[in-house]
């Protein structure tokens, strides 16, 4: 089975210093792949080359057979959905938002409708024409995951997207969001904090520490690992 993502031997350097070095990482079809390790750990880094926002000093990165370059980086894009912590709204209405990430990639046609069903989907289509920068934190965030969702994409890498949220909010949300996620079979990588939201969403998880892979296994595997145990140590995680 081809991987959807493939890093092979990439290096960052920002700063004159590296602050990512991985060999060798995978995204398989249908994967949920949560990234997680302390602050500075690499995770936005590594989230940003796999969304082609940035490409590595060194190395490669391959989506599905095909080897990302400057060249086909904005097509490669365009097969994949981001969101990050903050929802990034534009000053118009929810369903002009949600169906925004459709009309820049051309798909017009039916494009309201569309984001109006995902809009539904995560309980926000009441919203509809209400301008989006009057939302609360969670409902923007609603409207940020039903625009992601709307473009069908091929992997769908998210940034802590649940951290700004209040914990009320925040259990119903990862709830939802893992019945879509299962629901539609979507391949997904997310950045967190929250070992929770690994245990409730990831078949895989990766630690990074200091701009390297340190350990990775089933969220079970990784609760009882040695590395993520010296990282947590004292602070009662997960
Ligand atoms: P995480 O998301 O795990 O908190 P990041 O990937 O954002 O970590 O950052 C990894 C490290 O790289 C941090 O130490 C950060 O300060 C550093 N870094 C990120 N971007 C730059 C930059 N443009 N210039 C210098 N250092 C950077
Ligand atoms: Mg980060």
């Not at 079809?29 to 080359?49: D, F």
């Not at 969304?51 to 060194?58: E, V």
């Not at 509809?128 to 709307?150: D, I, M, W, Y």
């Not at 200091?210 to 004292?234: D, F, N, Y």
């Amino acid at each position: 089975m081809t991987a959807v993502l493939t890093v092979k031997d990439i290096t960052v350097r920002r700063g004159g210093r590296c602050i990512l070095q991985v060999d060798s990482f995978f995204v398989q079809p249908k994967e949920v792949v949560a990234l997680i390790g302390p602050n500075g750990a690499g995770k936005s880094t590594l989230l940003t080359i796999l969304a082609c926002l940035a490409l590595p000093d060194r190395g490669e990165l391959f989506f599905a057979n095909d080897k990302v370059t400057r060249k086909n980086a904005l097509a490669v894009r365009r097969r994949l959905a981001v969101v990050f912590q903050d929802p990034l709204l534009l000053d118009c209405t929810v369903l002009e938002n949600a169906a925004l990430g459709l009309k820049l990639r051309g798909q017009k046609q039916g494009a309201k409708e569309k984001a109006l069903r995902w809009l539904k989907r995560f309980g926000v289509d009441h919203l509809a024409n209400q301008n989006a920068l009057t939302l609360s934190g969670g409902e923007a965030q609603r409207v940020s995951l039903a625009r992601a969702f709307a473009l069908e994409p091929e992997v769908l890498l998210l940034d802590e997207p649940f951290v700004s949220i209040d914990v009320i909010s925040r259990k119903s949300l990862v709830s939802e969001f893992k019945s879509v996620l299962t629901g539609t079979g979507t391949t997904a990588v997310l950045v967190t904090h929250d070992f929770q939201e690994v245990l409730a969403l990831a078949n895989r998880a990766v630690v990074l520490d200091q701009g390297k892979i340190r350990a990775q296994g089933t969220p079970q595997e990784i609760a009882s690992h040695e590395v993520w145990g010296s990282l947590t140590r004292g602070i009662g995680l997960p």
